[in-house]
């Protein structure tokens, strides 16, 4: 299978096991365009953060084709793997920050680890900072940041590559809902200049807030798309969007 | 603000270096108060007093071989001590034509006698036992076999009691033994090193677990094996420096004293295992050996533990 058209990602029966054990996902089939805006959501158990994994590059499925970019990930070698991971952010469930780096050096790190240079990375950051209302706290270490606090410096983390994929595994589990709906609108104007947006959650109010948005509903590691909206959605929905899809 | 913070200048797509301090931050170490230089200062110390005693001992056989290689010694076998005498005079004089013969020294009667008196006692030992009369010959080339047959021959054929050796056949056997021990001092240094190598591979892979949270982020956010094997390298030639020069001064202090001690004997053949400039670059070549070890290790230790990871 190639990669679909102007898609981002496009996944092709794809399944995924750890070690013997039966699939925890199965026969995914789904594309993801450039500037939509994607709910993940499931119960409990469902494959959500299986599924995060593959969209992130912590796993390999077991079968099945996975495009990014326009490339077929399933044949491209481990060591060009860091060039995709690059252009993707990643909010994680229990945020990964760096422990014994602080707020600044733990949102500077994708720029850092890109080779952007030292006097360029500090401006950026310390906005970005700003804007998640952490300027105060740029020098504090994760273990003295509040919950809320740790998930707006993984949120600041996760965007301040600009990155054209950014995967959020509960992104809001910890603020309150004014901060939430805050960076619900970061996530949507990311979405505005290109950044295709997944999302998992289990917060209605949040999938209420975006109307337009698309929802990927996982049961049992299946992908409920009784339209096919999900894999060939309608071409209004992406055809606005910057991307072209011409391969990493 | 209601947009998301503009990004100065643009991202490298590529694969570059993740250096200066926040890269070294990633592995935060308490440098001194680890093992990891304690042991290598102790490995190129030992390894910097192995390579010194290979190569003394080294200068001294190749001294001593250099100086004994044109000299061979005549003995004239003979019981009769007027005929004996006779002909140690005739030898020295069939030597003194050969046109391969630099020098010529009869050895005195009295010089002999010294040279057996810690086996026969004090006393004129030549008055009872027939002792051969011995003469020293430089010769102005190598005494090779082929040499020595020749010179054999000619003597013979006037005086066949005539025996001729060549004196560095006699030291053959000090030779091998010092051929020995320069092999014994190059395999401690084997060993030493590759004691060190795995020491650092056990510190690398402790680090590695210890950090393993840290390498798993950058790795998710893009950092290449080769940036983060770059960090633990970082770490590890820090260590290797400040161990390698602390064993460094160390093993020449001690090689100095040593050396000291030995020059305090005065003699002849301790003299010949002396240092030249060569043989200082080669010392100094022990602890860059060292971090360079150390570093390639912990980059084959790191590279394989990130290989595990997707």
Not at chain 1, 193 to 213: E, F, I, R, W
Not at chain 1, 220 to 246: C, E, F, I, N, V
Not at chain 2, 15 to 22: M, Y
Not at chain 2, 214 to 238: K, N, P, Y
Request: hydrophobic share 50%; glycine share 8%; charged share 20%.
């Amino acid at each position: 299978m190639t990669a679909v058209q102007g898609s981002i990602v496009s996944f092709d029966n794809v399944g995924l096991r750890y070690g013997t054990e039966p699939e925890v996902l199965s026969d995914l089939s789904f594309t993801l365009f450039p500037g939509c805006f994607y709910f993940l959501t499931g119960a409990s158990g469902a494959g959500k953060t299986s599924l995060l994994k593959l969209l992130y590059l912590a796993q390999r499925p077991s079968r099945g084709a996975i495009h990014m970019f326009g490339t077929d990930l399933i044949t491209t070698s481990r060591d060009d793997l860091p060039r995709f991971r690059r252009r993707l952010g990643v909010v994680f469930q229990d945020f990964r920050l760096v422990g014994h780096l602080s707020a600044f050096d733990n949102v500077a790190l994708p720029l850092r680890i890109a080779g952007v240079k030292e006097a360029d990375v500090i401006r950026p950051v310390s906005e970005m900072l700003d804007w998640v209302g952490l300027a105060h706290r740029a020098r504090a270490l994760p273990a003295t940041l509040s919950g809320g606090e740790q998930q707006r410096v993984a949120i600041a983390r996760a965007v301040i590559g600009r990155p054209d994929l950014l995967v959020a595994d509960e992104p809001t589990g910890n603020v309150d809902p004014d901060m939430a709906l805050r960076l619900l609108r970061l996530f949507e104007a990311l979405g505005r200049l290109g950044t295709t947006v997944v999302v998992a959650t289990h917060d209605v109010q949040l999938l209420k807030a975006l109307p337009d948005s698309l929802i990927m509903r996982l049961t049992k590691g299946r992908l409920l798309d009784p339209t096919g909206a999900l894999r060939y959605p309608p071409r209004a929905s992406y055809a606005a969007a910057p991307w072209t899809g011409t391969g990493a | 603000m209601t947009k998301p913070p503009p990004i100065s200048g643009e991202l490298e797509r590529g694969v570059v270096a993740f250096g200066g301090r926040a890269a070294a931050d990633l592995v935060p170490r308490r440098r001194v108060a680890g093992p990891v230089p304690w042991v290598i200062a102790i490995m190129i110390m030992l390894s910097t007093l192995a390579a010194g005693a290979a190569l003394s001992l080294g200068n001294l056989a190749g001294s001593a071989r250099s100086e004994l290689s044109g000299a061979v010694t005549v003995q004239v076998i003979e019981a009769d001590r007027q005929s004996r005498d006779a002909q140690a005079v005739r030898a020295a004089e069939l030597l003194l034509g050969d046109p391969a013969v630099a020098a010529v020294r009869p050895v005195p009667r009295e010089e002999l006698v010294s040279l057996v008196e810690p086996w026969l006692g004090t006393g004129d030992a030549g008055a009872a036992i027939p002792l051969p009369a011995l003469i020293d010959v430089q010769l102005s080339r190598a005494a090779d076999n082929a040499e020595v047959l020749r010179l054999e021959t000619l003597l013979k054929a006037e005086i066949p009691t005539a025996r001729v050796d060549a004196q560095s056949a006699l030291l053959q056997p000090v030779y091998a033994a010092l051929s020995a021990l320069q092999y014994l001092s190059l395999g401690l240094i084997a060993l030493l090193a590759i004691a060190s190598s795995a020491a650092v591979w056990l510190a690398s892979r402790s680090a590695f677990v210890n950090h393993r949270e840290s390498v798993e982020i950058v790795h998710l956010l893009g950092g290449a094996d080769r940036q983060i094997a770059r960090i633990f390298q970082r770490s590890v030639a820090m260590d290797a420096v400040l161990g390698a020069t602390l064993g460094l001064g160390l093993g020449t202090a001690v090689m100095l004293l040593v050396a000291n001690r030995f020059a305090a004997l005065d003699s002849g053949m301790v003299a010949g295992g002396g240092f030249d400039w060569g043989d200082w670059l080669v010392i100094a070549a022990i602890p860059l050996s060292g971090v360079l070890i150390a570093l390639m290790t912990a980059r084959i230790t790191v590279m394989s533990a990130l290989r595990r990871m997707p």
